[in-house]
């Protein structure tokens, strides 16, 4: 189930996908239910992204908090053929996905660039 956000969402996660080799973004709430995605139809299922991703994040809070090292704001992982970089949003979090055109750091400092943007509208 997609939760239909506001047109500023949408522009926001428009903004992130025409980074250079940016495929998708999308908002997910932290109990893995999809908010909202710009992503191209064929290519990704957003709600299974959703869910898979959401398992992820949820571990990685788990290590941080075993290490005293708080919450992660921004996790990214690299692949084979692209990336996944996920940044916190307080209740939700915006996951973007890149291929291997894409600059982690752009995307990174974008994501830092909009956060509070995104967290006031989700």
Known sequence: MVI????????????????????????????GM?????VPVREFDPEDLAASVTQAVVNLQKIGATFN???PKILS???????????DLGDNFVLVIADRT??????????????DKLKALV
């Not at 250079?20 to 999308?26: C, D, L, R, S, T």
């Not at 084979?80 to 970089?85: A, F, K, Q, S, W």
């Open 77 to 87: 992982q690299e692949y084979e053929n692209g990336m996944i970089v996920v940044g």
């Open 102 to 115: 894409a600059m982690v750091g752009m995307i990174r400092n974008e994501i830092k660039k909009l956060r």
């Open 34 to 38: 999809l908010v909202d995605a710009v």
């Open 69 to 71: 090292l708080g919450d």
């Open 4 to 31: 239909k956000m506001s047109a500023p969402v949408k522009r926001i996660l428009t903004e992130l996908t025409k980074l250079e080799g940016v495929k998708g973004a999308i908002v997910v709430s932290k109990d």
